[in-house]
């Protein structure tokens, strides 16, 4: 008998670890639907040839906001919405890139919270701004969710 409860209880651990290990961010900036092709080739993309840097890719996401293309490292890119997370419900806000994406970080102009790209858009305190899906084949990116 003691045998048969230890088993339950290894398998209900086994059960429960699938759902207990992932943590899922709540998304504050409602669904948009984004479909974006990137050629980093082009001139208006140049910015994106450097690590750390960042673009505003204009008239997309929420509200049409912007979408924030952000190189992480040489291989890497990430996605997110412009719009900050803390003015949904009254004025949706576009984050404004710092030092022309050279630094970065985005600030809010409402708010002035500060998201930090190499931490995957998270600010000091709150939310992060939403991500998108991205993928990479040769100098294209495709943004989409």
Do not use: W
């Not at 009254?90 to 809010?108: E, F, W, Y």
């Not at 708010?111 to 600010?123: D, G, K, Q």
């Amino acid at each position: 008998m003691n045998t048969k409860l230890k088993y339950l209880f290894i398998i209900l651990i086994l059960l429960t670890l699938p759902f207990g290990c992932s943590k899922q961010d709540e998304q504050i900036v409602p669904y948009a639907k984004v479909s974006i092709t990137v050629n980093l080739q082009l001139p208006q993309f140049i910015a994106l040839s450097s690590v750390n840097n960042a673009i505003i890719y204009p008239n997309e996401g929420y509200n049409r906001n912007g979408v924030v293309v952000y190189r992480n490292s040489l291989d890497e890119f990430t996605a997110y919405d412009a719009t900050c997370p803390k003015h949904i419900d009254s004025k949706p806000t576009a984050v404004i890139l710092d030092d022309n994406g050279s630094a970065g970080t985005a600030t809010c102009p409402e708010c002035e919270t500060v998201y930090y790209f190499f931490n995957y858009a998270y600010p000091s305190k709150g939310y992060p701004l939403r991500r998108y899906n991205l993928t990479k084949s040769g100098n294209i990116l495709y943004i989409n969710n």
